[in-house]
Nanobody, 124 residues
Framework: QVQLVESGGGLVQPGGSLRLSCAPA????????IGWFRQAPGKGREPGSL????????FYTDSVKGRFTISKDSAKNTVYLQMDNLKPEDPAVYYC?????????????????WGQGLPVTVTS
């Protein structure tokens, strides 16, 4: 497991924006997938936004398509999640995740490294 250092999150009004950042700490090891899961209150964790290391293919859960953008800066070894037009249904804890083992899947068990989680609150 690799330590993932997260930053960002917080409180925003509906329609507002936030940006999350995540970087593996102390390693330049190759990851296959990196991104964000989220867990809304009372619900399980679900893959939200992911990006592959090689070709940069992205995955977005349906509810965030068109509003969230995941990107990576290879020079800084950092991944970003730009969240725009946040809605009342978006509040959750957002976990940075990374697959260093190359499992090939995007389920919860496919990611060997997890961040501590960042709370995102959307309220007027």
């Amino acid at each position: 497991q690799v330590q993932l250092v997260e930053s960002g999150g917080g409180l925003v009004q509906p329609g507002g924006s936030l940006r999350l950042s995540c970087a593996p700490a102390g390693t330049t090891a190759h990851y296959y997938f990196i991104g964000w899961f989220r867990q809304a209150p009372g619900k399980g964790r679900e893959p939200g936004s992911l990006i592959s290391s090689g070709d940069g293919n992205t995955f977005y859960t349906d509810s965030v398509k068109g509003r969230f953008t995941i990107s990576k800066d290879s020079a800084k070894n950092t991944v970003y999640l730009q969240m725009d037009n946040l809605k009342p249904e978006d509040p959750a804890v957002y976990y940075c995740v990374a697959d260093f083992l190359g499992t090939g899947g995007i389920g919860e068990a496919d990611f060997d490294s997890w961040g501590q989680g960042l709370p995102v609150t959307v309220t007027s």
